[in-house]
């Protein structure tokens, strides 16, 4: 039996849809690569535009409103293109022609999300010089050893991981001093704080007292009515959603965070806690990363006593030895060596 005739009959009329529907079954692969190009290249932009937020918000920058809307829109068209990789395949759902327009609409939609992320100039709104007092600053003494124990403090401001610090050294040593010019270095070069706050606390601790001054560096008050208990709390809350560093001068014993409404410094909520003691105890108890403050060296003591008395040792060359013996009865503490020194101001009386 002949059947070329009838064969050749059918081919004729399923040629031109078989045609048709390897046509579609190309242009279908086609789409499917594209979307999976595109989709791979928006979420390269995504996580590139979360990591340098990463880095921005933590110095205190806030999230552009277009920016984050933009996010939030990328993270909801992201999982609807990948809800329709899962479709291919599954011809009972879809047919062939309907999941390539699908497919091609939602390039399209991709691809002007991933424009919109390339058009940003800046992610996010430059944050405001921090908010504080600028305190009344003297001359660092010993230029170098102080200004080594400065930096060392300002790195673990600008550090993540440490949370305390603890400025230690003897009485007059010049912790005060210091924590004074990163008081003031804090308020005009840096906007990582909202807030720094700077309060003196004194061998007594009075929460009342302490309360009410950080209070007045947040330009806000208490009613008179309150206990240290609700204060602490309205405090606590007054801080809950400020980035901030706390500066604790002339600390003598430990002192309740808790108590006065501070809330405990982390890494989440980015906040410092500076205190200045004599104490190491104070900081141990604490929990402070240490900066031991030392006194000055032979060397810069004798600087400091000489131009602190303003004496010439040329005019007068046995001075010298003299000069060295106070310094040294003075433990080479700047403060004892300034308030000496300028007691002996202009005077080349050996006697005297």
Known sequence: MDFAGPIFEILKCIGPPLCKYVEHHSKLDEYKKNLKRVLGELNNQKEEVEMRLGVECRLGKSLKYEVKNWLDNIQMIVHDAENIECTFGKGK??????????????????????????????????????????????????????????????????????????????????????????????????????????????????????????????????????????????????????????????????????????????????????????????????????????????????ELFFKKAELDILKVPTLSEIVELMAEQCASLPLAIVTVASSMKGEHDIHE
Request: proline share 2%; aromatic share 6%.
């Open 93 to 302: 759902c879809f047919s062939r022609a309907r999941l390539a327009k699908l497919v091609d609409k939602k390039i399209q939609e991709l691809k002007e999300y991933y424009q919109k992320g390339s058009s940003f100039t800046s992610l996010v709104i430059e944050a405001p010089l921090a908010s504080g007092i600028i305190l009344p600053t003297t001359k660092l003494a010993g230029e170098t050893t102080a200004k080594k124990d400065m930096e060392e403090i300002w790195g673990y401001l600008m550090a993540n991981e440490i949370k305390k610090i603890g400025v230690c050294g003897m009485g007059g040593a010049g912790k005060t001093t210091i924590m004074t010019h990163v008081n003031d270095r804090l308020l005009k070069e840096t906007i990582i704080f909202y807030n720094v706050i700077w309060v003196t606390v004194s061998q007594t601790v009075d929460l009342i007292k302490l309360q009410k001054e950080i209070a007045v560096v947040l330009k806000e008050n208490f009613k008179e009515a309150e206990d240290v208990k609700r204060r602490a709390g309205m405090l606590s809350e007054m801080l809950r959603r400020r980035r901030f560093t706390l500066i604790l001068d002339d600390v003598w014993e430990k002192v309740s965070l808790e108590e006065l409404g501070i809330p405990e410094p982390t890494e989440e909520n980015g906040c410092k806690l500076v205190i200045t003691t004599r104490s190491l105890d104070v900081c141990r108890l604490m929990g402070c990363k240490l900066v031991q403050v030392k006194p000055l060296s032979e060397k810069e003591a004798l």
